[in-house]
């Protein structure tokens, strides 16, 4: 029996891996969920490495900068000068408090599943880290010296993408965009009046945009694009992975000195 149900795990695996790679929905896991998950594992780190470095508690609503910055946060002098290349992703997976992540983490939560099931699991993750890209490259002509955390650069960009794509879809999907587009507006403004990072959200926002505004509706066009996007979601992917990797290592280096 258990080699049965081995060999039934390996035929759903390759099949969820061919659906990622034709653009369709995988069977039983979504990639917003993962996501999610991902960011809460690294904030649980940074919170047991910040009580652990004698920050106490308090890491949990108010990360000490230096905490924040050994744990993947963007800070572009490091970047430049230490080639520090993988800050450009980690950012967006590292969060300054509880309530930061949370607040992130439901927005995705309510809006990742709607476009990566209207795109595909592919194209909505390429779509996700452009976006966070396309932000922190916002970031550095706005505040070259301002260490940045959060993933609310990425979300900008699902929130842009929706009110493009279904600008576009037509009358029947435009109670979306408009609900979308006064999320956007709500957002900035609330991100004014914190002192939130609005170069990034006009980074992301004006990327899902973008992206929204030419990606095919039809059936037919987005098949002659998965090539492309085949080839986006393997370097994304890849440089996701390689960048977490290169962050937790270096949490090990730190620790022995080195």
């Known amino acids: 029996m258990n080699e049965v149900q081995w060999q039934w795990r390996m035929m759903r695996w390759k099949r969820n891996w061919q659906s990622f790679w034709r653009g369709n929905p995988i069977e039983g896991f979504s990639f917003t969920r993962g996501l999610i998950i ?14 652990l470095a004698g920050y106490g508690m308090s890491v949990l609503l108010s990360p000490d900068p ?16 230490e080639n520090e290349w993988w800050r450009c992703i980690t950012y967006a997976y590292t969060h300054g ?17 709607l476009i990566e099931n209207e795109i ?3 194209r909505f993750f ?21 260490p940045v955390v959060g993933a609310s650069g990425s979300l900008f960009g699902l929130i842009g993408f929706a009110i493009a794509y279904y600008h576009r879809v037509g009358p029947a999907a435009h109670e979306l965009r408009n ?3 006064r999320w956007a507006i709500i957002a900035l403004l609330f991100g004014l009046m914190v002192g939130a990072d609005n170069a990034a959200h006009l980074g992301g926002l004006s990327c899902g945009v973008v992206v929204g505004w030419f990606l095919p509706l039809g059936v ?10 085949n080839l986006l ?8 992975v390689i960048s977490i990797l290169i962050l937790i290592v270096s949490w090990f280096l730190a620790v022995r000195g080195l």
């Open 179 to 181: 609900l979308m587009f």
């Open 66 to 81: 230096y905490l924040l910055l050994h744990v993947g946060a963007q800070y572009w002098p490091l970047v430049i000068s």
């Open 126 to 146: 390429v779509l996700y880290t452009l976006a966070a890209l396309v932000a922190t490259t916002a970031g550095y002509f706005w505040h070259p010296l301002a």
């Open 38 to 51: 991902v960011n809460i594992v690294l904030f649980v780190a940074m919170v047991l490495q910040g009580v």
């Open 120 to 122: 595909g699991p592919a």
């Open 220 to 229: 037919r066009g987005r098949q002659k694009l998965v090539p492309l996007f």
């Open 233 to 240: 979601a393997g370097l994304t992917l890849a440089a996701t």
């Open 97 to 113: 408090g509880a309530i930061h992540l949370a607040f992130n983490m439901v927005v995705l939560y309510q809006i990742g599943p």
